[in-house]
Each structure stands twice: as C-alpha cells, then as structure tokens.
C-alpha cells in the first residue's frame, strides 16, 4: 500500500470515527445541560507551567458554558496570573487531541455541576426570603408552591 492510500485509509477511518466522538459529546452535553445548571461550571483536569510567566500556572478545564446563549460543553484555558484571559471552546469544535484527552473527565465535570448547584441552593433560598419579605409576602411552602405554580403558568419555569 502506498504512502498516498495509507494517508486516505487513515482519514477515512479517522473521520468516521470523529463523527461518532462529536454525536457521543452532544449526547452528552444533553444529559449535563438536563440538570438545569445554575451558573457556568468547570473542573481541571491538567495543568502545566505558563511559558509566557515564570511561576504561573495554566489549567486546561472541561466545563459546562453558555456559548451565544446555548449551555455547552467546553474545553478552556485559565491562567493563574490572568484570570481575565479565560478562554472556552465548544468541545466538538476543538481539536481532535482535545476532544479526546477530555472524554475521561466528564464523570468528574458532572459531579462539579451538581456539586455547584447543591452549594447554590443556600444562595436561592436567601433570596427568595430577602424578595418575599421587599414585596411583602410569605416565605412558607405552602407560598413557594402557589408562586412557582403561577410561574410555571405564565411560562417562566426555567
């Protein structure tokens, strides 16, 4: 076989199997965006030293992002020096190394979304009381039934 029909043999083979990889991470991406996550999560899985500043670290992460308006699974970079530098890549959109260096991190990115949304109940309660006590009303379950009811009828259950 030449060199020419072994490069073809491969792309082809290669191709086919990335089409499956990509299907398997929005498959995926369906089931972690089903938990209804509150707030963009993340979990590091590598990091390595900044070859742009001696004693900063980079952490490349795996994380559940809102991409224009759509929750999706992500590849990113944070640097400890500059966290205002923070990149996120749709993760079918990444390349091929990354898509499946990453596969064996996503148990460990969905127990970071659930471990952010039970710390985030607190945080909704409180606000639910501070709300209901402004505009007057009751914070009982019997409250909280009746109001998320009347928002699921008006159309903003989320």
């Known amino acids: 076989m030449t060199l020419d029909e072994r490069a073809q043999n491969a792309r082809d083979t290669l191709f086919k199997r990335y089409d499956v ?38 952490h490349e992460r795996l994380g559940l992002q809102k991409i224009r308006g759509k929750w999706r699974i992500c590849h990113g970079l944070d640097y400890d020096v500059w966290p205002d530098r923070e990149q996120w890549t749709p993760i079918t959109e990444c390349s091929a190394e990354i898509r499946v260096r990453a596969v064996r991190y996503v148990q460990d990115l969905r127990k ?3 471990d ?16 209901a006590t402004t505009v007057g009303l009751s914070t009982s379950t019997e409250s909280q039934d009746v109001l998320a009811n009347h928002a699921k009828l008006n159309g903003h259950h989320s």
């Open 21 to 58: 990889l990509n299907a398997l991470w929005l498959q995926a991406e369906e089931q972690l965006t089903a938990f209804h996550v509150p707030r963009p999560a993340s979990y590091a899985y590598l990091e390595y030293d900044d070859p742009d500043s001696p004693l900063a670290m980079i």
């Open 112 to 114: 970071a979304i659930v």
């Open 116 to 131: 952010d949304a039970e710390r985030f109940i607190p945080q909704v309660e409180e606000a639910i009381h501070t709300l």
